[in-house]
């Protein structure tokens, strides 16, 4: 039997990149999968149509509230519950992709600092806010936030790397809170560098493509609650807590 075997996931940011790559693992698991972005979501709908999956696209921005209250009511409304909420979307600095920098701290407009953190930090805490009523009544779910992290040395990543540690304080905070619901909540990055059809021809031929990522969201959607609150990685096909 697939590992996700008639669950209902939810995963944001699954437009392009590694969020598309994902929501088909997923749809290979046997999950009903629900795709939601900001960015237009028809050809990540096409490919989950070819693969017979059951699925639902919802044009989504995550910083939006009254969005997010959308996406989640659309998705009770139509597989009637939630079992994996993979919080995915992000602006992120790849860099290393052919994209500019970003500003130095001194000089980054407030608005692009706002515009970071509520769609990380922000988007992850409205989604997780909606979707936990419905969890905790099942009494069962997963929540996994992708993380990333960048070297301080480099220049502009600041807005990312602060959103995403204080997503994994936010991921450890939750899980005590939710533990008594049987909810297990955690984090785990893509693996490395990644280069995605945004990235520019050098850096795809210098870093793997999404599908190194392979199926390690998936296992995390099947986590036990001893790892919640944990920063998970895989190992030989088995998830271990990230040192």
Known sequence: MPLLDGKTVVITGSAGGIGRHVAKTYARAGARVVVADVKPLDTVASELKAMDAEYLAVPTDVSDEMAVRNLIDRTVERFGRIDVLHNNAAIVTHFHWGIPHWPRLRDLDLSFWNRVIQTNLGGTFLCTKYALPYMEAQRSGHIINTMGDSDPARTGAAPYSVSKHAILRLTRFLAEEEREFGICVVAMSPGGRIATEEASEGAQ??????????????LAATAGIELTGKLLTVDDDQLVVES
């Not at 031929?205 to 998936?218: C, I, K, L, T």
């Open 205 to 218: 031929a210098q870093f793997p493509g999404v599908e190194s990522v392979g199926d390690r969201y998936v």
